[in-house]
């Protein structure tokens, strides 16, 4: 999708000035971004930078945050990950999660949410275990395996899919290649894809560039919880000494 067609799509969620703390580390400064309708946005920077912090503040999952977010045109500057959740805002966490005593369908029942529709009544994306097999084809040979016997790159594909089940607009993605075989990376690219294809929503955060670039259509860089750059991935992938201060190791 280009930079034209997105600029003209309405913003699901916006965060302006919004900032984090760990106890008494603050770890976030005045972050602000957006995400609109049916792109995929990359949020970039080394380890250490931000990057999943502020997933987690804008999910709702950090006790100290301040700031403005807002969802659908809702303020969820104070809203719990289950409420934000229930709303239609996804979250895949780095650490996968799944529940390792229930099987492949129980993990997938446990996210099902009912369908949504957009604002002006169209059908917003809507997913089933069938339509998610077909994605990841690894999970329907493996209906009835439990998640404590699956690769880590499995669990991982579980917990995007269960993430799916509650048929999200905007799903928040921590790092989905970090760690993963190549083989299963290259899955992940191909799921995003098909994800944004099929009108859903993402924020990714990534530290590998490659990756980003094959799927992302603009890019915000963190450095010590603050936004340096923001502009498409094309004007990232051009600026050499953007990524070399802050994105090369």
């Not at 969820?76 to 990950?81: D, F, G, K, Q, W």
């Not at 009835?144 to 594909?157: H, K, L, V």
């Not at 995007?160 to 290649?177: C, F, K």
Request: contains cysteine.
């Amino acid at each position: 999708m280009n930079a034209t067609t997105t600029s003209a799509s309405p913003v699901l969620l916006k965060a302006q000035s919004l900032c984090a703390w760990y106890s008494a580390a603050q770890i976030l400064y005045d972050v602000g971004l957006e995400v609109r309708r049916g792109e995929v946005v990359a949020l970039m920077g080394r380890n250490g930078a931000g990057k999943s912090t502020t997933l987690k503040a804008l999910i709702g999952m950090l006790a100290k945050r301040r700031g403005q977010i807002d969802f659908l045109g809702q303020d969820i500057s104070r809203a719990e990950p289950h409420q934000a959740a229930k709303m239609g805002l996804g979250f895949v966490p780095e650490d996968r999660r799944v529940f390792t005593d229930l099987t492949v369908m129980e993990n997938l029942e446990v996210g099902r949410q009912p369908a949504r529709r957009w604002a002006d009544g169209s059908e917003a994306p809507q997913w089933t275990p069938e339509k998610l097999f077909k994605l990841f084809p690894n999970l329907g040979e493996m209906p009835n395996r439990p998640g404590g016997r699956m690769s880590g790159g499995e669990q991982q594909m579980l917990t995007v899919a269960r993430t799916l089940m509650g048929n999200p607009y905007l799903v928040l993605l921590d790092e989905p290649s970090e760690g993963v075989a190549p083989v299963i990376v290259e899955q992940m690219a191909h799921m995003i894809l098909e994800l944004k294809a099929q009108g859903v929503s993402i924020l990714l955060s990534e530290q590998n560039m490659h990756f980003a670039e094959l799927v992302s259509d603009r890019a915000y860089v963190l450095e010590k919880g603050q936004i340096r750059f923001e502009g498409s991935m094309a004007e990232l992938a051009a600026n050499e000494g953007v990524r070399r201060a802050y994105l090369s190791v």
